[in-house]
């Protein structure tokens, strides 16, 4: 009884704490008298006691880190702070744990100094509208210096850029200026327009006011011809039925007599009658004598 009391403490004590469960995206590196011995996966484990040692526990998942604002000078010469984040993720546990000590603080440490030689390359203008330009030679240059380490960095963001106060007002004076220059500038486009629209307007108008005023004359002018057309073709007819009637130097007479006596219900103040009734009829033969030469 005594000798099972003894198995089962020693099963207490050294199997259990032994036995190893790794969980899903975890991986523990394991040394072996010191020395690099396996990788662990997800699953079950058993450790040797005393020989084995877990040395260290490894995430597997991406990893998300803010770095702090690092003050960087550009190309000429004007200092700002910048913050960037990385995404790394780690591929191999073994590599990570033994490349470099502390690795995160080596990856910020890299992380500041390549800013700095990026930044150191540009213009403040440049650095300003150039984020992607720099978010991929970051990602490129980290990449490749922590693989070494075991280390895939997926992606680098400039979080924020952050000039000298001064530089900030004079870039808000500066933006302000230019809405005010578009905005002059699309108002004078819009009066431009509006003056122009008058002008064609007033075009247009005086256009249509000629062509109502040639319309209107050619319409009176057209009522003239043919008021007159129609009173030469009545002398016409006149004329044409007098003929046709054979009217003798009686009749021219008779019509000499009316003529003058529509003369005398005219305006003028004076009547010349013939001294003679002789004359008179040599007026209606003078009529008859025309009516033959209109024939």
């Known amino acids: 009884m005594g000798f099972l009391f003894i198995i089962l403490i020693l099963v207490v004590i050294f199997v259990i704490p032994n036995i190893k469960i790794v969980p899903q995206a975890k991986a523990y590196v394991i040394e072996r008298l010191g020395s690099y011995y396996t990788t662990w996966n997800n699953g079950l484990h058993v450790k040797l006691p005393f020989l084995d040692r877990v040395a260290n526990k490894v995430s597997l998942k991406e990893i998300v880190k803010d770095f702090e604002p690092q003050p960087v000078i550009t190309k000429d010469n004007v ?5 960037t984040v990385v995404y790394f993720q780690i591929t191999d546990p073994k590599l990570y744990t033994y490349g470099v000590e502390y690795p995160i603080s080596a990856i910020e440490t890299l992380t500041a100094t390549t800013l700095r030689n990026i930044i150191g390359e540009l213009e403040l203008d440049q650095t300003l509208t150039s984020r992607d330009i720099i978010n991929t030679k970051m990602r490129s240059i980290l990449d490749e210096a922590t693989d070494p380490w075991g280390i895939k960095v997926n ?11 001064d530089i900030q007002d004079a870039m808000e004076k500066q933006m302000r200026a230019e809405r005010e220059r578009r905005e002059k500038i699309l108002q004078a486009e819009g009066e431009k327009k509006s003056s122009i629209l008058i002008a064609e307007g007033e075009k ?6 000629a ?3 040639k319309e209107s004359q050619i319409r009176i002018a057209e009522g003239q011809a ?22 003798d130097e009686s009749v021219l007479t008779l019509k000499s007599f009316e003529a003058v006596k529509d003369l005398a219900n005219g305006s ?3 009547i ?10 040599t007026i209606g033969t003078t009529i008859k004598e025309m009516l033959n030469d209109k024939k």
Do not use: H, Y
């Open 79 to 83: 200092t700002m702070q910048i913050d």
């Open 211 to 213: 062509e109502a005023n």
């Open 268 to 270: 003028s103040t004076k």
């Open 272 to 281: 010349i009658v013939p001294s003679n009734l002789q004359n008179i009829a």
């Open 204 to 209: 247009e108008s005086a256009i249509l006011r």
């Open 155 to 165: 992606r680098v963001e400039v979080k924020n850029i952050l000039p000298p106060r």
């Open 226 to 247: 043919e008021a007159l057309l129609k009173l030469k073709q009545a002398e016409a007819d006149g004329i044409r039925l007098l003929k046709e009637a054979k009217a």
